[in-house]
């Protein structure tokens, strides 16, 4: 029995790039050999076992035989007789298909270290059409490390394409979809990911919503860049910049879908493309089967960023009419998330990359105006019931129209 550090943990060593996990593979033995050593199985797809100290993943050398169609359709073949060149010939990119022995020594069957110098995400055979997640996670990777010059190969691309035009990627379950999804836009460049999606052809298919926004025309003056698709690529730029929550980089990708339904003869305008992006963003959450938190995020900022963006302009009702709608008085935590992503669309725009936003801090100083009021300023008059409520929401509405600059 022999055991090889592989994948991520080799790749990102020799890249001296932080990496926080390391993974295993068991060349020779047998899932009732690793039990009687104190493992715990995990795996059920395939043989994956917990390192009885570590916890880290330890898996049996395996191949794959594609059998059917999407994520799930392989037999799985992990006896002893299985080489480690035969284990690692099945992953997707050569970056990821390294070993590392006992020794340090590097197992490097397929070119994964020329690749990494070339800064080339290339598939290791044509084996890699026979998992059409690997149409995410190549795009992923794109985006972890764009940042480095690396770019994807011109012939995994093309497989990527071929995957994507045979319609494979109709068979991922929504949940990895949105685990990889997830995990890219918590990536440096998570713009990145969107571009080489779109250019496979598989963003038509997994966010046709965000795709019809390419080649859709706003006005000039205040998107220079002028394509809509564009603009929301330069926002997700300006978000990575702003925050590492990824709930704040989806509501950027999904804040102007509304303009994707704006009739021709209407553009450049959109006028009423937030009140129109409100089902479109519903309908992208509930076929990503996204969490709560996202969904809820991504609509405020769909329905109301360009009242954010007016802020300085609003009567006291109107600002109170935002807070609320926004939830800010009930989850102050979550209107400083949609603040910043008003913001990634304000500097969005060709040559407003660095322009400031005195909006967030105005908004966030009416938040704290408004929750200043409480039940206890009117607890001495003996106001109770729907009147309180009431009177609570004048003297917000009061104190923020004397806010007004």
Known sequence: METYLVGGAVRDALLDYPCSERDWVVVGATPQALLEAGYTQVGKDFPVFLHPGTKEEYALARTERKRGHGYHGFVVHADPDVTLEED???????????????????????????????????????????????????????ARYAHLGFSVADETLALMAGITAAGELDYLPA??????????????????????LRACGALQVLLPEVDALFGIPQNAEYHPEIDTGVHVLMCLEQAATLS???????????????????????????IAHEQRGVKLVKAACS????????????????????????????????????????GALRQPERFTDFLLACEADARGRTGFEQRDYPQARYLAEALRVAREVTAADFAADGVQGRALG????????????????
Not at 288 to 307: D, F, G, M, Q, S
């Open 244 to 270: 590492p929550d990824p709930a704040v980089r989806f509501a950027v990708l999904l804040h102007d879908l509304g303009k994707g339904t704006t009739p021709a003869s209407d553009w450049p305008s959109h």
């Open 287 to 326: 076929r990503l089967k996204a969490p709560n938190r996202y969904r809820e995020l991504a609509l405020a900022v769909c329905e109301y960023h360009l009242l954010s963006h007016r802020a300085l302009e609003l009567r006291g009702k109107t600002l109170l009419k935002l807070l609320r709608a926004t």
């Open 88 to 142: 690692l010939r099945r992953r997707d990119l050569t970056i990821n298909a390294m070993a590392q022995d006992a020794q340090g020594n590097l197992i490097d069957p397929y070119g994964g270290r020329r690749d990494l110098e070339a800064k080339v995400l290339r598939h290791v055979s044509d084996a890699f059409v026979e998992d059409p997640l690997r149409v995410l996670r190549t795009a992923r990777f794109a």
């Open 175 to 196: 949940e990895r979809v949105w685990a990889e999804l997830e995990r890219a836009l918590g990536e440096r460049s998570s713009q990145v990911f969107i571009e080489t």
């Open 390 to 405: 009431e009177a609570i929401a004048t003297e917000q509405a009061r104190r923020l129209e004397a806010l007004r600059p």
